[in-house]
Structures are given as structure tokens and as C-alpha cells.
């Protein structure tokens, strides 16, 4: 008999978890996913075009407070935990809450959702959402460029709208992201690609994303991560960003310290505001777990588009949603900023949240200082963008790695706050990736 599956996710891992392991396995039945972490989810159907001959009908996706509910009424075999950036104490809650249930806990690893690539793969992952990613990422991709390589990268899964239209999405130009309906989040990972006339791809279906990228040629496949996922694609080169900030969490997050014990390179991010006693705490959790490791020390310093306007003023702070919701993180970039130039305050954004603003507050109640750029679809851009006008504030300072003025309009005067990965001392990621690519016949 069939034994009948549940997987719980977030409309990314989960949807590539299906695809690869259980979509034309005739010994599973997935009789539905749960969702969690994104607003607005829950309710719709993973489409039949991608569910594959064995799922005519498509596969519902039902919120997970109906977890327990599910469990029992569908009589679920095994539970499937297919999403990122948990507690260690949190996974062995829904384990345990599985379990009780009377059904089995499953982790897929690598080895059943990793897909092997024609090309050299590089991997940029982190042991956090908000680590440092992206500036990470945009690194690598410039010393391979600057190597004369083609290089396309990939992005971790984002996809919240029409799940058939964005099986293979392909970014090449800020006309893709209109087309594709791209919400803040996807903007915020995608724009930096685009700013330096380079291809990015993303989507729903990795296997298929991944066989479009490779017809382009590329020297460089270049998977970049999200939260603090493992790839999706099977590494050639393993990079890391561990944050400070956050010390010890590289050892206490799924699935974050398996990207700590599978690196081959861990990039120390953040150092010039961390202390030098969280460096040191990471740095001695990669020497007891990861002692093999190469360790590049990092930081990401601001650059500010006219800093003098927010001397004396009342600053209200936007910064990247994920870092601060699931991430955990009470403030980012836009507020070491407004704090470094002389903000005279920075205004509590809640008391002029409207609609779903309220309700992130709600949900994240350890936010109050900073507005998280939630923008996942149209209604909820309108409802930040609502947020930010009706507020108090002097100056707006905009710690989102993308230009919100283009899906945002902003009626007060607004400072973008940006950043880039600078290496300190040696060895760097231009070492690291030198002899990678002369080991691999690249150079």
C-alpha cells in the first residue's frame, strides 16, 4: 500500500522536496502540504501541471495550525519537515507533536534532494537568514566575472504566486521582474543580479531550471541560497556566511549547521560591528565542528546615498523583511545607519501599521523599532507603502538591498542604505575561488 505523506513547508523547500523524491514515486501518496512563514499561502493547490500523472487534481496546501487535524483525519503515514531557519528546540516540538500524533518525522538529506549539475556548481549558503547572502554571493560572482567566466546563478525558490507560470522563471532585465509579478522579497534578491547585467534564474521546478541554465553555457553554475537552506544542487564549492550577531546560532539552527558541517568555506561576516567576543564564539564552533574549513573573516560596511539628511532628524527604518521576521534579527543595516549618522530618534513604525503590517507585528513580536519590507503581493506593497507615509517621521532610511521607491512610492524625504562584502586580511574569497577554478581546469 501507498503510505500516504504530509510535508510541511513554506512554498519553497517543500514544493522542491516533492519534486524530486516523491512526484512519480508510486509508493507515496502526498495527500497535502502544510504552510507556515509567508503570508498567504495556505489555501491553494500545488497545480496538477507540476504534481505530475500521479496527482490529476493537484495537491492542497492547508495552513499548518492544521497540522494535528490532518494528521488524524487522513490517517498520514509520515510527516515531512521541508522548510528553514527553526530552533533546533522548535523541530523536536513538531517532531514530537508528529509523533504523538502517530504518525513518522522525516528530514530529506542531501543525498535524495541534492540534483548533480553538468557544470561546476558553487554554493553560497549561510547558518542564518540575514547573514550576509547576498552581498556574499554578488562577491563570488564578481572575482568570476572579473576572471572572464560566464557564470549563471540560481536562486532558492520565492514563489508565491501563479505556481504553473513560474515553474522557470529567467531574469535578465527589471522588465522580468515586472512580468513575473515579483514581490519585494524576490526583488530584493534578483535587482543586484540585473544591476550588473547578469542572469538569474528561479522558480519551482530546480531540475527543470537547472537543465534551461545549463543551455546557456555557463563556466559557473552559482546557487544562491535562502534562509539558511542547504542547495538544492549538489556543490563543487561550499561557501558559508556565519553572522556574529548571532553567535552560537550556527550550532542551534536547522538545517543551518548542516551548512556549518558541510562547508568547505566559511565567510565570518559582520565583523566590523560585531564584537570581538561573538567572532571568536564562532570562530571556535567551526574549529570544534568544521576544523577542516577554510575561514575567511568579512564585512559589510554601509554606503549611504547622502548621509547628511539624517543628522537631527526623526528616521523611520526599513529594512529586508526575512532578516527580521523569520529571521529573528531586531534591526539591520538601515538602522546602524540612521544610528551612525545622528538620527535624533527613531520612530516606532507600529502605531501606523495598517492592514497585514498589523498583522507581521503581531506575529513578530520582538520588532518595534524597525518596518519590515513585507511586499508579498500588491495589496500588502499598498498597505507598507500606506505605513510609511502615514508615519510621523522626517526621513525614511531604506535598508532593503533593492531601490523600494520602484514598486513604493514615498512621500517623505528617503535615504537608500546599501552594502557590499569586504574581506579582511587573507585568506580571502579571490584566494578560495583561484584555486578552485585552477583545480577544476577554469584558469
Not at 153 to 167: A, E, F, N, T
Not at 253 to 276: R, W
Not at 293 to 314: C, E, R, W, Y
Request: proline fraction near 6%; charge should be negative.
Amino acid at each position: 500500500m501507498k503510505r500516504k505523506v504530509l510535508i510541511m513547508g513554506a512554498a519553497g523547500r517543500d514544493f522542491h522536496n516533492f519534486n524530486v523524491y516523491y512526484r512519480d514515486n508510486p509508493d507515496f501518496e502526498v495527500v497535502c502540504f502544510t504552510a507556515t512563514q509567508i503570508p498567504d499561502i495556505e489555501g491553494r493547490v500545488y497545480p496538477k501541471e507540476l504534481a505530475g500523472d500521479l496527482y490529476p487534481t493537484g495537491i492542497p496546501i492547508e495552513s499548518e495550525e492544521k497540522l494535528i487535524e490532518f494528521i488524524k483525519e487522513k490517517n498520514i503515514d509520515e510527516v515531512v519537515l521541508s522548510y528553514s531557519d527553526l530552533p533546533f528546540q522548535y523541530v523536536m516540538e513538531k517532531a514530537s507533536i508528529v509523533l504523538a500524533a502517530g504518525a513518522e518525522f522525516k528530514l530529506l538529506g542531501p543525498k535524495d534532494t541534492m540534483i548533480k549539475s553538468t557544470k561546476p556548481v558553487i554554493s553560497i549558503c549561510a547558518v542564518r537568514t540575514g547573514s550576509g547572502k547576498s552581498q556574499t554571493s554578488r562577491r563570488v560572482l564578481d572575482i568570476l566575472r572579473n576572471k572572464g567566466l560566464k557564470v549563471v546563478s540560481i536562486r532558492h525558490p520565492m514563489p508565491y504566486g501563479d505556481l504553473v507560470k513560474q515553474k522557470v522563471q529567467r531574469f535578465a532585465s527589471y522588465d522580468d521582474l515586472d512580468k513575473h509579478e515579483c514581490t519585494i522579497e524576490e526583488r530584493e534578491e534578483y535587482e543586484p543580479h540585473i544591476d550588473r547585467n547578469s542572469v538569474i534564474y528561479a522558480g519551482v521546478d530546480y531540475e527543470a531550471i537547472l537543465r534551461q541554465a545549463e543551455q546557456e553555457n555557463p563556466d559557473i553554475i552559482l546557487w544562491d541560497g535562502g534562509n539558511n537552506d542547504f542547495s538544492f544542487y549538489k556543490p563543487d564549492l561550499s561557501i558559508v556566511v556565519a553572522d556574529p550577531h548571532r553567535a552560537g546560532h550556527e550550532v542551534t539552527y536547522f538545517p543551518g549547521m548542516v551548512n556549518l558541517l558541510a562547508a568547505d568555506v566559511i565567510v565570518i561576516n559582520k565583523e566590523e560591528t560585531a564584537s570581538l567576543e561573538n567572532i571568536e564564539k564562532v570562530r571556535k564552533n567551526i574549529e570544534m565542528w568544521n576544523p577542516t574549513a577554510t575561514v575567511v573573516d568579512a564585512a559589510s560596511p554601509l554606503f549611504v546615498q547622502n548621509p547628511s539628511i539624517i543628522k537631527g532628524k526623526k528616521c523611520l527604518v526599513i529594512e529586508d523583511g526575512p532578516t527580521l521576521t523569520h529571521g529573528g534579527m531586531t534591526y539591520g543595516a538601515g538602522f546602524i545607519a540612521a544610528k551612525k549618522y545622528g538620527a535624533s530618534e527613531i520612530i516606532d513604525p507600529r502605531p501606523y501599521a495598517v492592514g497585514s503590517i498589523i498583522d507581521t507585528y503581531k506575529k513578530y513580536t520582538h520588532l518595534d523599532k524597525i518596518l519590515p519590507a513585507m511586499g508579498y503581493g500588491v495589496k500588502q506593497m499598498k498597505e507598507l507603502e500606506e505605513t510609511i507615509n502615514r508615519s510621523q517621521a522626517e526621513v525614511v532610511v531604506v535598508g532593503t538591498p533593492i531601490d523600494l521607491t520602484r514598486v513604493v512610492k514615498i512621500s517623505k524625504p528617503h535615504v537608500r542604505v546599501t552594502y557590499e562584502l569586504q574581506e579582511i586580511g587573507k585568506p580571502n574569497l579571490q584566494d578560495v575561488i583561484e584555486e578552485f577554478l585552477s583545480r577544476n581546469s577554469l584558469i
